[in-house]
């Protein structure tokens, strides 16, 4: 069965560092796209980051720009994000997800940032950025 676990939540000072993991079982992450997700209190739910399976291509809301980094390590199904920088508004419940990667013309579109794309989500982990 499908299933995503997420990792490495915790509580950091501003300009802190802190690395997530996502762990996939079930398939493949040569053959999907993983986005990173967050919700604050009071909050929709909104897009961090994306990789995709198909070029390992990354891609970032802009908000997160230049202080994350998404990576990936296929050999155990483990996608990685890296956050450096942080800042009180990067608070919030950080979730992993999967959705299908989208083909046209024999290649595959980039992944979006948009919950609704995503099918399977994981339990979530809470990132706190305070002093």
């Known amino acids: 069965q499908k299933q995503l676990v997420e990792s490495g939540g915790g509580l950091v000072q501003p300009g802190g560092s802190l690395r997530l993991s996502c762990t996939a079982s079930?398939?493949?992450?040569?053959?999907?796209?993983i986005g990173w997700f967050r919700q604050a209190p009071g909050k929709e739910r909104e897009g961090v980051s994306c990789i995709s399976g198909a070029d390992n291509m990354t891609y970032y809301s802009a908000s997160v720009s230049g202080r994350f980094t998404m990576s990936r390590d296929a050999s155990k199904n483990t996608v990685s994000l890296q956050m450096n920088s942080l800042k009180p508004e990067d608070t919030g419940v950080y979730y992993c997800?999967?959705?299908?990667?989208?083909?046209?013309?024999?290649?595959?579109?980039?992944?979006?940032?948009?919950?609704?794309?995503?099918?399977?989500w994981g339990q979530g982990t809470q990132v706190t950025v305070s002093s």
């Open positions: 997800a999967h959705a299908y990667l989208f083909y046209s013309g024999g290649y595959a579109y980039p992944p979006s940032l948009q919950p609704d794309d995503y099918e399977t």
């Open positions: 079930g398939f493949s992450l040569d053959s999907s796209a």
